[in-house]
């Protein structure tokens, strides 16, 4: 999903911003590989399974491909993406619920005073793809940012495995630990976009500090975690 990146190569976030706004129109078709098409059948059906009827805050929602998998059973969804292209390809895929609306936020700060559409507290945060896009320096304050915005809500969590042959090829890594494919958008252009792989001791290790509760599960192209969010980050890490 599309959402602030930086990388340590001079790269600015708003040029991988423009990346993702580029992007938008193509983003979906990683979803029609033929070999995660069971993992993504599985993912579809546990979002289901955990966002039923809560109100729920998306980050990084991106062109919506998961919001409109799990937003029949969900309470209320406010899906926010940093980029309102991405946004309107979201909107455009059918006729959403009035349940459903959808902002211009980033995941970074999606506010301390955001409320679902009842003007209830959300209850449930989910991130689909964003995790792999924060430098490991950035995590901690991207979690604290999710604390602020929804104090005690559950928090899902759905990112990529690295599976050779199916993944675009790791090009480097730097000296923070963080990886970067190389990455060719149909009108030419290439992109060096950061993307990293975090193993399970690693969510759970990043998650301690902000989360109770934690569950990590790895599927065979995908993993997931889940936690309750802490009321407050203050004294916590």
Not at 212 to 234: F, H
Request: glycine residues 8%.
């Amino acid at each position: 999903m599309s959402d602030r990146t930086t990388t340590d190569d001079g790269t600015t976030e708003n040029e991988l911003r423009a990346y993702y706004r580029e992007r938008a129109g193509e983003y979906d078709r990683v979803y029609a590989k033929p070999e995660r098409q069971a993992d993504i059948a599985r993912l579809a059906s546990w979002l289901r399974d955990e966002l039923a009827g809560a109100r729920v805050l998306e980050l990084a929602a991106g062109t919506g491909f998961w919001t409109e998998r799990y937003a029949p059973v969900a309470a209320s969804v406010r899906a926010t993406d940093v980029n309102p292209e991405t946004l309107a390809v979201a909107q455009a895929r059918g006729a959403w619920s009035d349940r459903v609306t959808f902002d211009v936020a980033d995941a970074y700060a999606p506010g301390r005073d955001v409320v679902a559409a009842d003007g209830e507290p959300f209850d449930a945060v989910f991130a689909g793809f964003f995790w792999s896009h924060v430098p490991r320096a950035d995590l901690a304050r991207f979690l604290d940012g999710v604390v602020a915005a929804a104090p005690g809500a559950r928090l899902v969590i759905v990112d990529n495995r690295y599976v050779e042959g199916s993944n675009h090829p790791i090009t480097r890594r730097d000296d923070s630990g963080d990886t970067y494919q190389r990455r060719r958008l149909d009108d030419g252009t290439e992109w060096d976009v950061l993307k990293n792989f975090p193993d399970p001791a690693e969510v759970r290790a990043a998650l301690a500090g902000v989360c109770t509760e934690v569950a990590v599960t790895e599927l065979e192209y995908y993993w997931t975690a889940t936690g309750r969010l802490v009321s407050s980050t203050a004294g916590a890490r």
